[in-house]
T-cell receptor
Framework: DVKVTQSSRYLVKRTGEKVFLECVQD?????MFWYRQDPGLGLRLIYF???????EKGDIPEGYSVSREKKERFSLILESASTNQTSMYLC??????????????FGPGTRLLVL | AQRVTQPEKLLSVFKGAPVELKCNYS??????LFWYVQYSRQRLQLLLR??SRESIKGFTADLNKGETSFHLKKPFAQEEDSAMYYC???????????FGGGTRLMVKP
């Protein structure tokens, strides 16, 4: 069974702080994703990675960066948190396109509050 | 650019009533569409995908290319169907999903 875990369920940070959100998957998936989930806006892709040390911008990358040093781990970094980054953050992973189980598996989410 | 629209933010029905959650898409390629569901306090999970042409938990969804729609249907809603539902479209490379804004389904007893 695919397991995607996120380091924190809830985080409270202050404006200007540097924030790290960690995601780990145990299925040897190539692709990993970070989304933010906001009411009425659905899920919006921030960044994704299709291989170690590779990253691609999603729809809303501004104010965020990512790191993928190991295949199983994908980190989202808020260099200087702002109140408009208060949101639920979801990590997901998937296998390479063309493989039978090509769907995204999601973590439980991290609810971030920036004061 | 690909786009997914779910026009209803909230859909409320009584138990046993039919339910239809609407999803429209815009995409220049051959679409591959999914429905994801998030029950209260659970993680987002795949409900069904159009290429499988399957019925999951009594739900079905038919791709209508003429109307660019992929509506989710169930003939008799159950209280345990209450959840947030997201329609999603896969890109041509097969590595990115675009999600709609989501529809919250409430099934009343």
């Amino acid at each position: 069974d695919v397991k995607v875990t996120q380091s924190s369920r809830y985080l409270v940070k202050r404006t200007g702080e540097k924030v790290f959100l960690e995601c780990v998957q145990d299925m040897d998936h190539e692709n990993m994703f970070w989304y933010r989930q906001d009411p009425g806006l659905g899920l919006r892709l921030i960044y994704f990675s299709y291989d170690v040390k590779m990253k691609e911008k999603g729809d809303i990358p501004e104010g965020y960066s990512v790191s993928r040093e190991k295949k199983e781990r994908f980190s989202l970094i808020l260099e200087s948190a702002s109140t408009n980054q208060t949101s639920m953050y979801l990590c997901a992973s998937s296998s390479r396109p063309g493989l039978e189980q090509e769907t995204q598996y999601f973590g439980p989410g991290t609810r971030l509050l920036v004061l | 650019a690909q786009r997914v629209t779910q026009p209803e933010k909230l859909l409320s029905v009584f138990k046993g009533a039919p339910v239809e959650l609407k999803c429209n898409y815009s995409y220049s390629g051959s679409p591959e569409l999914f429905w994801y569901v998030q029950y209260s306090r659970q993680r987002l999970q795949l409900l069904l995908r159009h290429i499988s042409r399957e019925s999951i938990k009594g739900f079905t969804a038919d791709l209508n290319k003429g109307e660019t729609s992929f509506h989710l249907k169930k003939p008799f809603a159950q209280e345990e169907d209450s959840a947030m539902y997201y329609c999603a479209l896969l890109n041509n490379a097969g590595n990115m999903l675009t999600f709609g804004g989501g529809t919250r389904l409430m099934v009343k007893p």
